[in-house]
């Protein structure tokens, strides 16, 4: 069974830095597509951004694009999210998921009940 573990998450000011980091195991990590989801207080999840088997093919929400980067490391296992310019509407939980597709240029799927694994989540708080 694949597992996630995320960590990295914290509080941060508005304007700030983090990133967060997912590691996979129990599993072959380069059969999959890694996303990143988050979920505010009271709402539904969302989707944050994905990537490919490779690394090399990308996609992201509107309100990430300019502002988080996503990257992997298949040798050592593990997702990042880059986030840059922290505002305090992107406070929630962040997740990792898991999406088994090896593709080079991924097949984008922002729907969370799709994905097969997910990590038990990181908080993020930015504060203004």
């Known amino acids: 069974q694949v597992q996630l573990r995320e960590s990295g998450g914290g509080s941060v000011q508005a304007g700030g830095s983090l990133r967060l980091s997912c590691v996979f195991s129990?599993?072959?990590?380069?059969?999959?597509?890694m996303a990143w989801f988050r979920q505010a207080l009271g709402k539904e999840r969302e989707f944050v951004a994905q990537i490919s088997w490779t690394g090399l093919s990308t996609h992201y929400a509107d309100s990430a694009k300019g502002r988080f980067t996503i990257s992997r490391d298949n040798a050592k296992n593990t997702v990042y999210l880059q986030m840059n310019s922290l505002k305090p509407e992107d406070t929630a939980v962040y997740y990792c998921?898991?999406?088994?597709?090896?593709?080079?240029?991924?097949?984008?799927?922002?729907?969370?009940?799709?994905?097969?694994?997910w990590g038990q989540g990181t908080q993020v708080t930015v504060s203004s």
């Open positions: 998921a898991a999406d088994r597709q090896r593709r080079d240029v991924i097949v984008v799927v922002t729907t969370p009940k799709l994905y097969d694994y």
């Open positions: 129990e599993g072959t990590f380069s059969n999959y597509a």
